[in-house]
């Protein structure tokens, strides 16, 4: 809680007096640094909402420590030092001015160290100034938008999942390959994508029923995100039994030893297809493409198309298998020679030697 100033004598210096006493009491959390960023208010609901007294950052610059675990900027500092171009660096959601004499409104997830949990808060910091328009101090006021937030990420993760999986949907897939192609871009680093497709899954619900059938899907969407899956890729149903691995960062030999795994799990789950064999299970063909930044192509959607193909090529090869791009040529060219090699020749008239 904040000191009391001592009783003014003067009229400015009851004003003074009064206008700390009103922010003291004000239900929203407020703070106020001067033009030296050092903290001269503090209140009762900054108190509440940081479990940081007043008494811990008057006259220092630490009311950094109210909100996260390592030293940076607040608002009411970017303010104050007039780099309201840094917002963007710091916070998620922000609405700034070139002008200084205007304050600014950012949103963000703060750590609260204090009180041990993570806030979601709604901060605006405007800044005073004297007659002569020299800065005299920063107000900052805070909100707090947790339940709000919490509810609307529940909302859209709800509309970026496929009902049946719990995997992405094909909605998430299409935003995520665009950034992702954006990013490799930018980063210069490879961009892999998976395509892996259920193999006689119409033979599977003609024996088993959709009902099997989608507990089916959904035992492998389970496979996919405990086997194949980083935190930085993205999994999704692409449609029907067929599903999609966006992997950042990847490049061919890693996202074929993804691939491998993940066909091995699926295989591993011994879940009878029925007929044409009573031994024959369930497995995956999986496609793999990689795009290189510096490739001459247009999009995302050549590496999608390029992905398809490789797995065309896994189920025209016999199913079961990963195929990739880099070899996808290859092997078909192989399959055509073997089965021209085992084809019954007719016999030819010999012809006289010359």
């Not at 640094?33 to 950052?57: F, H, K, M, P, Q």
């Not at 600014?104 to 808060?121: D, F, Q, T």
């Not at 691995?245 to 295989?267: K, Q, W, Y």
Request: glycine share 8%; proline share 4%.
């Amino acid at each position: 809680m904040t000191q009391d100033p001592a009783r003014p004598r003067k009229g400015s210096d009851a004003a003074n007096h009064y206008a700390a006493r009103l922010l003291q009491h004000l239900v929203v959390p407020t703070f106020v640094i001067d033009a030296d960023r050092r903290v001269v208010v503090w209140n009762r609901a900054c108190e509440r909402l940081t479990g940081v007294s007043a008494t811990e950052v008057l006259g220092t610059r630490n009311h950094w420590q109210g909100f996260y675990e390592d030293d940076r900027y607040c608002l009411a500092d970017l303010v104050a030092l007039g780099r309201q171009d840094l917002i963007g660096d710091l916070y998620s959601e922000f609405v700034a001015t070139k002008d200084d004499s205007v304050g600014s409104s950012a949103e963000n997830w703060c750590v609260m160290p204090r009180l041990g949990n993570h806030l979601y808060l709604a901060i605006d910091a405007g800044p005073i100034h004297d007659d002569d328009g020299n800065l005299i101090a920063v107000v900052e006021t805070l909100r707090d938008m947790t339940d709000q937030k919490r509810a609307e990420m529940a909302l859209k993760t709800l509309a970026a999942k496929d009902a049946l999986t719990g995997l992405a949907n094909r909605r998430s897939f299409d935003q995520a390959i665009e950034m992702e192609w954006s990013r490799a871009d930018r980063s210069g680093r490879p961009l892999a994508l998976l395509f892996a497709d259920v193999d006689h899954f119409k033979l599977f619900n003609d024996n088993h029923g959709h009902q099997r059938g989608d507990e089916c899907l959904r035992d492998i969407a389970g496979v996919i995100g405990r086997t194949a899956i980083r935190p930085t890729d993205l999994a999704t149903r692409y449609g029907g039994e067929e599903f999609a691995i966006i992997m950042p960062d990847t490049d061919m030999g890693a996202a074929c030893a993804v691939a491998e795994r993940l066909r091995h799990a699926v295989a591993e789950m011994r879940v009878a297809l029925g007929e044409p064999a009573d031994d024959a299970c369930v497995t995956l063909s999986v496609g793999v493409a990689t795009y290189l930044p510096g490739q001459e192509v247009v999009g995302p959607d050549w590496l999608i198309g390029q992905a398809d193909q490789a797995l065309y090529a896994a189920k025209h090869l016999g199913r079961n298998r990963v195929v990739s791009t880099d070899t996808m040529l290859l092997e078909l060219a192989k399959a055509r020679l073997t089965r021209a090699a085992a084809e019954p020749t007719q016999d030819r008239p010999r012809t006289a030697r010359g």
